[in-house]
């Protein structure tokens, strides 16, 4: 009843909505997604890809990191399976320090390479990592520890989260 009530209620007033036994199995999936995703950083499930980023020439300018999670009985999860359980939740934010600590990482390593050291990495930052009031700190503070060039370090923002308060969101990117 519960369920249906919920339902009813996102859906908007005035909305009727009877218990469907898929509406428990939906739950029930989602809320085990989010246990396993709870263990996904600790357990070493999580990883980067990398896709290339080409110029006008088709010469290789940079990548984008890409996340996937290696589930031990599901396979791949992809982001759009995960990310917005984990966005709902506080996961986002051990993930997203995770991704950043491991790009930073990488940036070190392609550091030590002469073919590799002049190529940037793009990072998808959530609202919420962002939001936090010490996100600049933690960033410089990864990027210290790596010690990597902060610009070969591409934050990507969504385009909803940049206009929702711009002057602020300036203020933290240029910090």
């Given at each position: 009843?519960d369920?249906?009530m919920?339902?009813?209620?996102?859906?908007?007033?005035?909305?009727?909505?009877?218990?469907?036994?898929?509406?428990?199995?939906?739950?029930?999936?989602?809320?085990?997604?989010?246990?396993?995703?709870?263990?996904?950083?600790?357990?070493?499930?999580?990883?980067?890809?990398?896709q290339?980023?080409?110029?006008?020439?088709?010469?290789?300018?940079?990548?984008?990191?890409?996340?996937?999670?290696?589930?031990?009985?599901?396979?791949?999860?992809?982001?759009?399976?995960?990310l917005?359980?984990?966005?709902?939740?506080?996961?986002?934010?051990?993930?997203?320090n995770?991704?950043l600590?491991?790009?930073?990482?990488?940036?070190?390593?392609?550091?030590?390479?002469?073919?590799?050291?002049?190529?940037?990495?793009?990072?998808?930052?959530?609202?919420?990592q962002?939001?936090?009031p010490?996100?600049?700190?933690?960033?410089?503070?990864?990027?210290?520890?790596?010690g990597?060039?902060?610009?070969?370090?591409k934050?990507e923002?969504?385009?909803?989260?940049?206009?929702?308060?711009?002057?602020?969101?300036?203020?933290?990117?240029?910090a």
């Open positions: 009843a369920m249906a919920y339902q009813a209620k996102s859906s908007g007033r005035n909305a009727v909505r009877f218990f469907d036994p898929v509406m428990q199995h939906n739950v029930a999936m989602r809320a085990a997604m989010e246990n396993d995703l709870h263990n996904a950083v600790t357990l070493d499930q999580l990883q980067l890809h990398y290339v980023q080409v110029d006008n020439e088709h010469r290789p300018v940079g990548a984008e990191a890409l996340l996937r999670w290696f589930h031990p009985e599901s396979g791949v999860v992809m982001p759009d399976q995960f917005q359980i984990a966005e709902e939740s506080t996961l986002i934010l051990d993930i997203g995770w991704v600590d491991q790009a930073c990482s990488q940036l070190a390593m392609w550091a030590d390479d002469e073919l590799m050291r002049d190529l940037t990495l793009a990072v998808n930052v959530s609202t919420k962002f939001s936090q010490n996100f600049v700190d933690m960033v410089a503070g990864v990027m210290s520890a790596h990597v060039v902060p610009a070969r370090l934050l923002l969504t385009e909803s989260m940049v206009l929702d308060d711009m002057k602020s969101t300036k203020c933290k990117m240029q």
